[in-house]
C-alpha cells in the first residue's frame, strides 16, 4: 500500500490558509485525528501561518473578575452558575477604583490588554456606569486596551462602552449549534450570536471563542471554528474544560494534551489572520505541553482566571522567552 506523505498534507494546508482559503472539514477532522506521531509537523504547518501575520510575538491578557457568583445561568462548565456548588469566592461589583487598580496589576505583568469581567445574564446600568467612569480613566492613563466581558448586552449597551473607551468585547459561543443545548438552557446559541453582532455593529472588536472539552465532537469542534470565522471574530480564545467539582461538568475527564494543541493548530487553519489565545485551564489540560501551544497561538491570559489560578507571571514569561518568542506590549490594533 502507497503510503501518503502526511507532512505535504500540514504544509498544503497552511498553503490554502496563506492565500486565505478554508480547509475542508475533512482536513479539519484530518487534523484533529492525526496520529500524535504527526504532532509536530502539524504545528509546524501551523506555525507557518502565524509566522506570517504575528512573526514570533505573543500578546498577553490580563482579567480582573469584578463581579463575581450569583449567576441566574446554568452553564454547566461554570462555578459561578446558579447550578455550582463549588466553594468560590462570590462578590457583588467591586467599584472603580479596584478596576483601575487592577490595570495598574496588568501594566506589571507586561500585558497589552486588560479584561473587566462579570457574572450574571447582563449588565445593569449600575454596573455599566462603575465600568465607564474606570475605563475613560484608564485610556486615560495608560497605554492598555480594555475589553470587556459583561454578558448579553441589550440594544444600546454596546454603543455606551464604545463611547467609554472599551476596544474590544468577549461573548464566546463556548460550543457548537448543536451541542449548546448540552451545556446550557437559561440562553441560547442565537443569544450568544446576537450579542457579537451587536458589539459589532457599535464598532468594538469582537472576541469570541470556545470551551473545548466539554463531550463534544470532534465534528462540533470543526463547526466552532467555521462559526467564528463566519462571525469574523477578532480574537479567539480557545479554553480547555478545567473541570470543577460542584458543578455539573466537574467529572468530565479531560481530552489529552496533544489533542488540545491540534486543536489549536485547526483553528490557526480556519482562522489564519485572527488572535488565537490559549485560554482558561491551559496549564492544567496542556500540562508540560504548554510552550508548544505557542506555535498556533499567538496569545495567552497571565495571572489568574475568574475562580481558577493560573501559573505564576514569572513562569509565563519564562516560557516565552525560553521558547524564542517575545511578548508583544501595547499593540496598536484593538
Known sequence: ?????????????????????????????????????????????????RREYFGRKVKLNMLLNAK??????????????????????????VDRSVIIEGAKAAMERRAGTYCIVCSGRGPTPKQLDIIEDAVREIKATTPLKICACLGLLKDGDAQRLEAAGVDRYNHNINTSAGHHDSITKTHTYDDRVDTVEKVKEAGISPCSGVIVGMGETDEDIVQMAYALRRLDADSIPVNFLHAVAGTPLGDQKPLPPAKYLKILAMFRFVCPTKEIRASGGREVSLRSLQPLALYAANSIFVGDYLTTPGQAIEADHRMIEDMGFEIEEFCDDA
Do not use: N
Open 68 to 93: 463575581s457568583g450569583y449567576c441566574p445561568e446554568d452553564c454547566g462548565y461554570c462555578s459561578q452558575s446558579k447550578l455550582s456548588s463549588a466553594p468560590i469566592d462570590e462578590y457583588p461589583m
Open 1 to 49: 500500500m502507497m503510503t501518503i506523505d502526511t507532512t505535504m498534507v500540514w504544509h498544503e494546508l497552511a498553503d490554502k490558509a496563506l492565500e486565505g482559503i478554508c480547509p475542508s472539514e475533512a482536513e479539519c477532522l484530518a487534523v484533529l485525528s492525526a496520529d500524535d506521531d504527526q504532532l509536530l509537523s502539524v504545528l509546524d504547518a501551523a506555525f507557518r501561518v
